[in-house]
């Protein structure tokens, strides 16, 4: 079976016994702050499991895509060096919210297994939790698996948790055999230490506790089933591999990149290696650019070009010195276009970014390489045959130098590397980024929201700007839940009925007024604190407000008419630059508020003068025709049959909202809009600036706003053309004849200042004193900008020939201080040595190379007295 066979046949066998097949979520979690990327099947039911949201269904199936690079589930540096583990995978589950369990699970799993894929009976063992009884039973009675073929495992091997606390439970493996003649042994023990010889197919968590913080388990009132069967591991078994790189999901890439490397594969040594490592990540780096993440210096961004460099680093080994990871992600397109044809159509965009990445990289190693340099020099010149783990890793992380990169150049030397010292500033690195990841509190969040179900709390609907009568059903303050809100305080209430829009999808919430018998509140806003339950933060603004008190709702008219007005422009600027620019454009990302709004996008250049008006005058003509925009609702396989637009950012539900404008733009959206476009009045686009690479954000006004922008820059250009005495069709060519004259005026103040500073003072004035043999001048000058300084230091050098001078001014209110030591000396002492030691006493900070550094310090009082400290820190340093 081919793997696309592989995967129809599994959504086909569970649709066929009730579960509602469900589409693969993005590997950018949505609204899930604990998670890097999507890691597992059930992150998309997370919610579900933990009783915080409801589905229509109570049994689902999925293929979804996976990424496992970080914290718990790391397989990245296993990659290429076993037969199963991949950083990008598919994982093949099914699930039950309350509906079957154990023995249905069991049942499901041996059926499609030895029934529809007949896989050999005889090469299938099972593992469960020591204390699973039930589980070791249904193996043993109900499949009828032999003793010898069923083994017990403790909890780090068969027990799973979603994290401290919360839904956990025994879980129950299937192993496959692929050959005795792989690894003698015990199957058991084989198991247990993963041997190549076995690989874990299927594993079956049930989920049937819940655990407290004290540890403590107490059953689940409905348990549950999560499953997870890796696609790639499955593939190999099914075409009869050892090893998934031999499957058709990775074949064609290893064979492309033999192709590059005019290499032969396997060839038996480290190469292979490299090949595998290369065809895993070709994978990785296509999703993720196709997810929507860029390369970037943090979180997500920073993943994916870690593992473009990984890739291109290993083609290096095989002697590609140029781009060429970004032609392999045609392959990985032409392997997957059956199930994932997203990719095919967004081939040029993915393919443009990783190659501006890859070369990026490769200027990043050739400059790095001369910083590789100097710290070799200053490790010899202090007599070490160590350089320092500082300086490894900022060769990581400046530049991106793998740690065995730094290791072989090291070897090369004869000196090697600081490892331990490397390892604990990695491990800060982390532990910063695993700070920007901490979501456990959210979660706790959530908690204080358990018990009100969306039945309680209803919408009102869009054409609702007001509702009469309507409940507190809770009241919150600080996190928890309040019996009432008092006058003057700060808090949340969810209604029984609302007109408040939520914020989602972008759009911002509305706000609004609550009003009681005997209280007010100021609504700020609308949003969502878990799926389905919309909750108003209020100011109370008199009374006081209590749980199951009668109010009165309503929403601010007209923010919410400027917020959908700005919201319908966002479409009509989603399709005009498409039309534009291309049909690359993807958006990446939106905030539409009653102000303005802002729209990110995928491409890969700064948009021209001409495109940008090329974008406002097709959305301004589509304004001008006034053309209806339509709502209709559907099914999410029915809106995107039709064609529509979906956000890989949003996390549909299965009923979805499709909004057209004419025939001009069909998108799916939830969000309020305008009846017609005349409504939006006029479009202006304020702004347009990268976001990230390979991804741009215009920022932009309509209706009163974009008037209030237009006639202030008319007054703008009216006052200015009166200052400069011109016509304002002159006011361009009279503002460029100014600068020409500014820019002549400026050459000559700088001729004068630097003829001011390459003049020489008089013996007299600047004595220069001897140091251990060694000249020495300090001088202060102030008024000097920093680049005049640097000019001044090398004029004293030259003048010295051999020694040391320091350069001390005040610029713009700041002290500023500059060493420089002649060549010949660099190997006694060094400036940045020396700044350092100089750059405290002005209250600043500084560093350079060893012939020249400088810093800058706030405290300007103590110059003349840190200029009289050099010769004492001089000597010392000589």
């Known amino acids: 079976m081919i793997a696309q066979d592989i995967r129809e046949t599994f959504l086909e066998y569970f649709s066929r016994r009730g579960h509602k097949i469900v589409s693969s979520t993005p590997l950018l979690p949505k609204d899930d702050p604990t998670l890097l990327f999507t890691n597992a099947g059930m992150n998309q039911f997370k919610n579900v499991f933990l009783g915080l949201e409801k589905r229509s269904y109570s049994r689902a199936a999925s293929v979804q895509k996976c990424l496992r690079v970080s914290g718990k ?169 050892t090893s998934n790189w031999d499957t058709d999901l990775f074949l064609p890439l290893i064979e492309e990149v033999s192709r590059k490397t005019g290499r032969e594969y396997p060839s038996g040594d480290d190469s292979d290696v490299s090949v595998r490592i290369i065809a895993d990540h070709a994978r990785s780096i296509a999703f993720l650019i196709g997810d929507g993440i860029m390369p970037a210096n943090d979180g997500r961004g920073y993943v994916l070009r870690r593992l473009v460099r990984r890739a291109f680093r290993q083609g290096q080994k095989l002697g590609l010195d140029q781009p060429f990871v970004f032609a392999l992600l045609g392959v990985v397109a032409d392997i997957m276009k059956d199930a994932y044809p997203e990719l095919m159509s967004s081939l040029p965009l993915l393919s443009r970014i990783c190659r501006a990445e890859e070369e990026r990289f490769r200027h990043a190693l050739a400059s790095g390489f001369r910083y590789f340099q100097e710290y070799v020099r200053e490790a010899k010149l202090s007599g070490s045959r160590l350089l320092t783990g500082e300086a490894a890793f900022k060769l990581y992380d400046t530049f991106g130098f793998p740690l065995d990169l730094t290791r072989e150049l090291a070897q090369e030397e004869g000196i090697a590397v600081d490892e331990p010292v490397f390892h604990n500033e990695l491990e800060r690195q982390k532990a910063r980024a695993r700070h920007t990841w901490k979501g456990d509190a959210r979660v706790k969040e959530k908690k204080v929201y358990e018990g009100i179900s969306p039945a309680e709390a209803k919408y009102a609907g869009f054409g609702a700007g007001e509702v009469a009568e309507t409940r507190v059903v809770a009241a919150f303050k600080d996190g928890v839940r309040v019996k009432e809100l008092a006058e003057g305080e700060t ?67 007209t923010r919410r008419s400027a917020t959908q007005a700005n919201h319908t422009a966002t479409h009509l600027l989603h399709a005009a630059l498409r039309s534009v620019l291309g049909e690359h454009v993807k958006q990446a990302g939106s905030l539409v508020g009653p102000a303005r709004l802002r729209f990110d996008f995928t491409h890969f250049q700064a948009l021209s003068d001409e495109e940008i008006a090329g974008i406002e005058t097709i959305v301004n003509e589509k304004i001008r025709e006034d053309v209806q925009v339509g709502v209709a609702e559907m099914s999410l396989e029915e809106g995107l049959r039709s064609g529509a637009m979906a956000i890989f950012e949003e996390k549909y539900g299965e009923r979805v909202r499709l909004v057209s404008v004419g025939e001009y733009s069909r998108e799916l959206c939830g969000g309020a809009h305008a009846r017609s476009t005349g409504e939006i009045g006029l479009f202006k686009i304020i702004a347009e600036s990268s976001v990230a690479a390979g991804m741009r954000r ?60 390459q003049a020489p003072a008089a013996p007299a004035d600047e004595p220069i004193q001897t140091v251990k043999g060694v000249s020495v001048l300090v001088r202060r000058q102030d008024g000097l900008a920093p680049a005049e300084a640097r000019t001044a230091i090398d004029e004293i050098k030259n003048r010295l020939k051999s020694g040391i001078a320091v350069l001390g001014a005040i610029h713009e209110g700041k002290a500023l201080l500059v060493v420089g030591v002649t060549k010949d000396l660099t190997g006694r002492v060094q400036a940045g040595t020396l700044i350092k030691r100089l750059a405290p006493l002005i209250g600043g900070g500084g560093g350079g190379r060893p012939d020249f550094a400088q810093a800058g310090g706030s405290d300007v009082d103590s110059l003349d007295r840190t200029l009289s400290e050099c010769l004492r820190i001089i000597e010392e340093a000589l």
Request: charged residues 30%; proline residues 4%.
């Open 491 to 557: 808090g949340e209430v969810i209604l029984s009925l609302t007109p408040f829009y939520a914020e989602a999808g972008g759009q911002v919430g509305d706000a609004g007024l609550i009003k009681g018998a005997r209280a007010s509140a100021l609504v700020e806003t609308a949003y969502y604190p878990v799926p389905d339950i919309r909750s108003h933060r209020v100011k109370m603004l008199a009374g006081i407000l209590r749980e199951g008190d009668p109010v009165q709702a309503s929403i601010d008219r």
């Open 73 to 241: 589930h790391n397989d990245l540096d296993q990659v290429g060096r076993t037969t199963k583990h991949h950083t990008f995978f598919e994982m093949l589950g099914n699930f039950s919210f309350g509906d079957y369990f154990k023995k249905e699970a069991v049942a499901f799993a041996w059926e499609l297994i030895t029934d529809v894929y007949k896989i050999p009976v005889d090469r299938l063992y099972a593992t469960v939790y020591e204390e699973d009884d039930e589980s070791y039973r249904l193996w043993r009675e109900d499949i009828g698996l032999p003793s010898e073929r069923v083994f017990h495992f403790g909890e780090k091997d068969n027990f799973w948790a979603m994290g401290d606390t919360g839904p956990c439970g025994p879980c129950s493996e299937l192993h496959y055999d692929f050959a005795p003649l792989l690894e003698e042994g015990a199957p058991r023990d084989l198991i247990e230490k993963g041997s190549d010889r076995f690989v874990e197919l299927w594993n079956l968590v049930f989920m049937q506790f819940e655990q407290d913080g004290k540890g403590a388990l107490r059953p689940l009132p409905r348990p549950s089933i999560d499953t997870g069967m890796g696609l790639e591991r499955l593939t190999a078994v099914l075409q009869g591999k």
């Open 698 to 757: 215009i920022e932009a006004l309509t209706g009163e706003e974009a008037l209030k922008h237009v006639q202030e820059t008319d007054r703008l250009v009216h006052t200015a053309a009166a200052a400069l005495s011109v016509s304002r069709k002159d006011l361009l060519a009279q503002i460029a004849k100014i600068q020409e004259h500014l820019k002549e005026k400026d050459h000559e103040v700088r001729t004068l200042r630097r003829s001011k500073v």
